[in-house]
């Protein structure tokens, strides 16, 4: 996927020009290895290597002496690729090779019983599962941080008054802190699906070999075991051809993309001139080549964007696999590259995300005052005909409808009418009426269970830290 | 969506040209109006309008009287659809309104009374749940009916031998018990997958009203009990705005298509001339308008292709919620086609496959015959040299290859060498060798966990049934 | 995809019960059937039918009595569908099944002369490629009409100022013709690529028969003719296996779908209280069930979600085509509810995008207050510098960033800093800066070819109207 | 999005902890750095600043002095990356100011002219039209290759009888030369849509500006025509808000992609043991880790899954546009990685197809001998009864089916049952219907315009090569 830069643009002819005229061998290699990505699982190659060498020297199929020095000998490899000094070399097609390629370079024969009973088509389903794992349980301690700073600014704007809308038009009054409870919810969801995730994925195909299992007496618990799975995967023909858990994970992952981009809608929005409920610090702002004045949320746009990445991702491997006969198929190959990616950025935008809140400021006042805008409280004025005058509720509606039309023509509030003006559509209006109609006292009445009054925000921040942040993530 | 057939071809300029000229309101009550769809709500929707009215009436919000006019009267509009006696009307938009209209003009003024502390928001998203929560079950029932269908078939062809394919070369012998008990597995995680979200979405939001909560002294948690949810959802902006359960039960959904479009795929094949595996049932078989002779496999490749369907729908979903500010906007209305094509889509390739299955017939004979050819037991070859001449794998790999070149040239199998054409490759081997040649000798001796013995099959065919069949469905 | 209103909640057991229950036949026939679809394609399939028949007499295949006696029956057939006289089967599978089951109940015998030399694979391909040419025609139609409106707007609105946003930040200024003109060229480019479409897909598949095909003398050229195609198509194997038309198709649709998403997503933000450029009249605006002031866009929030709509059957049919042997499959059949279900919505979102702009209001004294916010015309200050100072660019760009970060201390605009405040920062500023840093000024000297100046937005809204409106769209 | 090698398994907790860890400015300039992906557009963007320079000085906006300190300086620049000199820094975000600040290093004060009347907004939408179509312009030449080698095989291969298959069953003999005109068909049009693509995306941004155009007296015809436009854009918001041309590129891209896909999924077929009807040559094909036996057919898989990685691409950047208000937003940064994965994964899948079909050997025979299978000349024995005997077709297919059944329940061909055995069914029935039976005289007779009989396919392919190998690419 990384190419060199192009030649001249004039000269476009010979961009790819050459891998056209390449070699048929050229190409065959180029589509052919995956090293550049798969290089990414040499931990999780090794970690597998080592169980199954362990486990064979332990059931007598390989022996003690052969068993030290493979186990040896992959150290020395994983040692030479964490220092930089391991070549990757794309004729060796993918790291299984370039690993036991160079393992047979550092202890000769010995390297070569490593493959015994086993396949590259188990083993790259055992790395790959390993990997994500390391990937679900990062993302899940990404999502339970970005919980804490929800909730910490929920208990902080408890009682910060802002308009809430539906349809981007005000509706009713809400407070802040439940806005950010809103989303502590929908990442505590991601958090559940992401672990029911890692749940099914966390069982081993190593063993499964080529596709059908093998006859030698290998132990697959002891091999399950050592790698932290729950249990050896149960049919050799599906552990070799199921990509399930990249398709969960990639599935899930979209979803907390879906959450991301509507967080990330919203601080945009609200940082333009017209709302101005927000401001982004100067580190996460950019400036214009052109526009001297411009304070740009780009990170806010790219997280939004990179939903888009990650919905691709989840399509390709949907469309790679559809259709598949069993048992392995080198279409599955293109499994990783969307795993990879569509990982690594859930992982730079949750990061992201979390830096952009801890430092954002909000304009309280700003707020408050639009949301005394546009007749926040007409739904408390209904409710208050239903309470008190017991008119049923779809004549309340028509009746302060009405009132708002008087409002709208008078160019003023419902809080602004008289008593005598609202009498004029309602006879029964009394005074009292007015002590609905204010923004505090509306977001105070939303008291039923899952509301947005301030005292309900106060206990479900703190039902919240109780319930996600003690949660396990894996 | 439906669409009265068009006038004749050659005046296409009046197909929608009606559609551009109609009045402004027109093409607003088109595109505005989801009656036409979400009818599919009613009884969902008149169970979830009984429960809130019994609750207000518990609550000392409406009067015992109200609610038993409403009660009777939901009672008498449930019938009227039921029975087909109801008009539908798209000026009244959706279910919400048909229903409540139709109890106004039954009961009068207390049908009035029932919306109150409740608004569609809240209702749609109950009433989709409840929905969803059905099909999930449905779905669940299905899958588990497919997966008893697959374990009959295991224990039936525990033995039976059939290729075992890579890249759909001839990889190594299995059996066919085998084979279907990977699906056993995939449909195991399906469901699975499908009972985590069910626990998801069985969170009641209704009471969350317009998006803030209400002031009325409602109890949610009486609500959502009498609808069957486990608890009322926790924040009130989340619970009108949120569609994760749609999302994720389409991403579920998606994966099973995967499933059934990988089995269709080799149902396909085997029902070919050339593979000749299968025979599907007449009743699963179409003919053809112009090939008198033709037996197509229609009802398989129409559930490969509705696979296409469901990542579509999949699609729409994210789609639609990439970057939408809370609370409730008026897109999410575009989430209810999709959840309900795919549900029916879903409900039926199952039923589909299902039916298929138990009708087809498999040819053990040519599977047989097929399994022997193309070198299969070359892998047990290998192994035999390692476990019997302690050969490293990688040594034996090589030999082996000798060998296979070897028999290529000479026409014949492996097993159709002399122990002196072996020996031209390697001394060592002896006569013992062609035990491992033979297809049932290679089948047998994969018995590692999970592998495809008959053995091995007929112990997980037994294990399967006791874990899948006896697994309650939600 | 049309389902009966399901019964009880409680007993979801029963909603899709039966379906599983079902005779086989039942799910094979529910499956299988795709006339509750296809029957729109009434009037394509006998056009197609009756130009086959006057060839096959033309050609001496039948006589002429029979050509008579079926063209005459294909007319009473086509009346009684408009009539709606005509009773759709499913048993009958498709639309060509049930037409002419029903001639021959019309005309007898020679019913049977009429399939002579063709098939339904051939068939079908032809109808829809009727049926999605007159949509695109229809299509065309309507974007023309679009771009009219935006021409009118943009004539009106040259001068109107607005801020212009990039990262939704204030800009520059621009006007609002400007902007208007901006949808013009997409929509510009949306005709071009649905004229492109329209030109490939008007080759006729009929006379391919089932695959290879016929050794009846047939005509092809001329039932092309007939049917308005440019050309028979070339080869019978991809006549009756290419779906690419449609692909085409609903790609170009994806895109006419993100430019009314965008469009719609700024009327969103407009028709907001904090923004508040925009109002939409009252036809196009809907209210809330609970809130009685609110005034929502629900039109636009519906065509911004049908995007998603629009990709997700794209996805559906790139998927259903993927991988799929020559030639003919049943999986094809997936075809026809994308593109039915896409060209709708697509014609419906135009015409809906049309009547929300015709009835639209904009408030220019609201932007023109909102364009001088925000620094908008520090880049003419930078302008001024590189002109004037001949200062480098770059240079400008820093100095401008000084002279913003003063305004900004004191809470202030540009123009209301003091020439010797200006000169603390770049000593050499003259007091005729202050020329461009006005609004209006700022719009003018954007004159530059593709500019925003208001002569230049005249200018191109002639010139669009010119290329644009005569433009022939099919 | 390259990532180094993890650290070890047991401690995926470090994995990406220091990224969440990391100062927010490290997240931030991860996230935001465009330049490990965009320096593939150094050619496009150094010819877009000379272009713009040279004019620029030719428009007396900046001194010839300065114009020639530029343009020598952007060559030594270009040579410097040219040579694997240059480094690339992330701190300098982009390639854009990569190029700017290394500029200013090289040539001091008079770089900082350079970017006098343009934006990084209209700058990038350049580089990546230029990129574009030197993408697709090498995709026209590798498509136009591989029809080359496509009609070669067609006249190679017109007489070469295989079994025609729909719904992969055995439907009527064709030629192999007319399956492979099928796909020139296809890649003729996907030339075509790639051609309309080129053609719209061909017109020039720059002088856009950061959105509103410049007062600077530029002249955008001049740096257009430079550039090898047809013209620049007409109106500047849409000049950078426009990603139509990567969209339009992504659609026609995928469906070349099916096209392929659907290529390698018959050439799987046709290579498996059960087919047979075509060999991979050695270098497209790979061996096993395991199996010493086999030859999968690796790169047609790979070519097969690719499109999934197309289809991918193009869903990621429709959703990342979906709903963006103009002009210019970050968003639109996630454009790049889509088209360059999309556009080189294209070209390698083709020059794998190219090079896979040239060293590919079809098995005539054998697909001759199953061309002769299942009935395949069962039309032909149906027309000869409508043409002959004067049956209606509808007749001849039910005595047709007879027949069939009787040579089904006799075990034999039709043109083993004697004519006394046809009587049976049909009593007009004579000995020259025998001459229909044969496959060679069936295709022999299917030569209707683009039918698959020889002469015709021999015809076809001549007027394919006039056709299409002498369309100019662009």
């Known amino acids: 996927m990384t190419t060199e830069p192009t030649k001249k643009t004039r000269k476009t002819s010979t961009i790819w020009g050459g891998r056209f005229g390449a070699g048929v061998s050229g190409v065959m290699e180029k ?9 990414r699982l040499y931990a999780e190659d090794i970690a597998g290597s080592k169980a199954h060498c362990t486990m064979l020297a332990h ?29 990757f070399d794309a004729g060796l097609e993918d790291i299984h090779m370039n690993i036991e390629h160079r393992l047979s370079e550092l202890i000769g024969d010995a390297a070569g019983r490593l493959h015994t009973a086993r396949s590259r088509n188990d083993q790259v389903a055992t790395d790959l599962r390993l990997w994500l794992r390391g990937a679900v349980d990062e993302i899940d301690r990404g999502l339970r941080g970005l919980q804490e700073v929800f909730i910490d600014l929920a208990e902080e704007h408890a009682a910060t008054v802002m308009p809430g809308f539906t349809h981007l038009q005000t509706a009713q009054p809400v407070t802040l802190g439940h806005h950010f409870l809103a989303y502590v919810e929908m990442l505590g969801r991601d958090r559940g699906r ?4 890692r749940k099914r994925l966390n069982e081993c195909p190593l063993g499964a070999a ?4 093998t006859s030698f007496p290998i132990d697959r618990h002891m091999t399950a075991e050592a790698l932290g799975f729950d249990t050896p995967s149960r049919n050799s023909l599906d552990a070799v051809s199921d990509r399930d858990f990249a398709l969960e994970f990639l599935g899930s992952g979209a979803i907390v993309g879906i959450h991301l981009s509507r967080l990330m809608e919203e601080l945009i929005l609200w940082c333009s001139a017209q709302f101005a409920f927000a401001r982004l610090s100067d580190s996460y702002s950019t400036g214009s080549s052109i526009m001297p004045q411009k304070r740009n949320p780009d990170a806010a746009e790219l997280v939004r964007a990179k939903t888009g990445r990650m919905i691709g991702a989840l399509n390709s491997l949907l469309t790679v696999m559809k259709g598949l006969p069993l048992a392995y198929g080198k279409d599955m190959q293109e499994d990783k590259e969307p795993v990879f990616d569509a990982a690594e950025t859930l992982i730079i935008c949750i990061a992201a995300t979390t830096g952009m809140l801890k430092g954002a400021t909000f304009d309280a006042q700003r707020m408050r005052a639009d949301a005394g805008q546009g007749f926040a409280t007409a739904t408390d004025l209904a409710d208050w005909l239903v309470r008190v005058l017991k008119v049923p509720f779809r004549k309340a509606h028509q009746i302060t409808g009405n009132l708002v039309k008087l409002a709208e023509d008078r160019g003023c509030g419902l809080e602004d009418l008289s008593v005598e003006e609202m009498k004029s559509v309602e006879s029964r209006i009394r005074e009292d009426i007015f002590q609905v109609l204010s923004v505090e006292n509306s977001v105070k009445s939303r008291n039923s269970y899952g509301g947005t009054s301030p005292r309900n925000v106060s206990e479900a921040a703190a039902e919240a830290r109780r319930r996600y942040l003690a949660m396990d993530g894996g």
């Not at 992401?194 to 995730?197: A, E, I, K």
């Not at 080529?210 to 299992?213: D, Q």
């Open 31 to 39: 589509i052919n290895a995956s090293i550049d990505f798969d290089k």
């Open 59 to 87: 059931q007598g199929i390989i022996s003690p002496e052969d068993r030290d020095a493979i186990l040896a000998g992959l150290d020395r490899v994983s040692g030479e690729i964490e220092e930089g000094r391991f070549t």
């Open 194 to 197: 992401m672990g029911d995730c």
């Open 210 to 213: 080529a596709l059908a299992g």
